[in-house]
C-alpha cells in the first residue's frame, strides 16, 4: 500500500480548489478528521479554519452539521463509512474522494451530482492531446472564445494523478469523475478538454480495470486534435526557463515585468534542456501509438501554423469536429502573454549547435 501521504502534502494537492474556504463560507459543514490531519488543520494559516473541526467526542445529540468532510491520510474511506454509522441524519462525503472529486469536475463540492449524473452526455466530445509548453493555453482559449466549440480548459491536473495514485485511501472513483466532467463542463452540446502528455503517461497505470473501459468507451466517440510545436527545441528551452522562473504563464503587461526580470537570472543549461527535449520525442511517441491505435479521427495542428493564420487554422478545426463547413467565427485577442523573446532564441541557437540540429524551416 505504500506510505500515505502526509497532511501537507494533501491539502497542497487540493490548495486550488479553496476547498475549506468553501466549507467554511457553507456555514454548516464540519471536519472530522484523524488526528494527524487535525493538528495539521490547527495549525495551518494560523488555525483560520480549526473552527470546521469537529470536537473529539461530539455526538449526534449534540452536533447537527447539514454535512461533515471525513479527513484522513490514511483511510478517508474507512473513516467516512464510520462517520455515516455514528451521525446517520448528516450527509458524510469524503474531502478527497467526493468534495475534491466533485470540485476536480468543476461541480459544486457540497452538492448532491445525482441531478448531473442523470443528464445525457454532450453529442460531441473532443481532447486537445498535447505536450507541455506548445501554446496550447493561448490554442484552447481561441477554440473557447468562438462561443462555438464548448469551453476546452485543462481538466486532468496533477490532483486526478493524486487521487488515482492513492485510491485505496480515498476511495476515489475516477470513472464518476468522468461521467461527471463531461456532463458539467459541456456547453451546447460540445465538451472539450485538453490533456497534457505527461499527465496521461502517468495516470494511465493508475487506472483500475473500470476505469479503463470508461476511458475507451469515451474515447470511441472523441476526435483527437494533436496540438505540437514544430520547433521541438524552443518548446524544450520554454519548459526549462518556466521551471527555473516559476512561472508558466503571464496574463497582463505587469506581470510581464516582473518575469522579464526573473528571466534574466536564467542561465543555460545544456543537459536540463537535453533532457526536456528527449522527454517530448518519447512522450510524443507514446501518445501517437496510442491516438494510432484508437482508430479514432485525428488532427494534426501546428502551433506555429495557428499562429501565422487563426482564422484558417480554426475554421478547419471547426469543419473536422462538425462535418460542417466553418461559419464566421470570433477569433478574440488572448490576454495570455507570449513569452518566447531574445532569451529563448538564443539558448534555443545555442543548444542545436551543441546537439548538432538544424534550424527548423518556418
Known sequence: MGEPPSPRELFRTV?????????QDAGDVRIAADPTCA?????????????????????????????IIAVSCDDEAGLKHRLAVRFPDTIVAGFIGDAALRAAAHADPLADETGILSE???????????????????FVNLLRETGRLGRPTEHLRP????????RSRFGVDLGRWLALLVRQEQKNGVFGTKVIDDFAISLAPLLDASERAVVQRLAAKTCFIRFRRRDRVAQAVSE????????????????????SEAKEAVTYDYQRILASYRRHSAAEATIDGWLFRTGRPALNVVYEDVLAAPEERIAEIFSFLGGATAPTLRISPTRYQRLGDEVNDDMAR????????????S
Not at 454532450?122 to 507541455?132: D, F, K, M, N, W
Not at 527555473?244 to 515585468?257: C, I, L, P
Not at 545555442?350 to 524551416?361: D, H, K, Q, Y
Open 15 to 23: 490548495k486550488k480548489l479553496d476547498l475549506l474556504q468553501r466549507f
Open 39 to 67: 493538528e495539521f488543520l490547527k495549525r495551518y494559516r494560523n488555525g483560520a479554519y480549526a473552527a470546521l473541526l469537529l470536537e473529539e467526542g461530539s455526538s449526534a445529540s449534540a452536533c447537527h452539521p447539514d454535512q
Open 120 to 138: 445525457p452526455e454532450p453529442s460531441r466530445l473532443y481532447a486537445v492531446i498535447c505536450g507541455p509548453r506548445t501554446g496550447s493555453t493561448w
Open 159 to 166: 490532483l486526478i494523478v493524486f487521487m488515482a495514485r492513492h
Open 240 to 259: 526549462y526557463i518556466a521551471e527555473a522562473t516559476k512561472v508558466w504563464h503571464v496574463r497582463n503587461s505587469e506581470a510581464m515585468a516582473a518575469y
Open 350 to 361: 545555442r543548444f542545436r549547435a551543441e546537439f548538432g540540429l538544424e534550424t527548423p524551416s
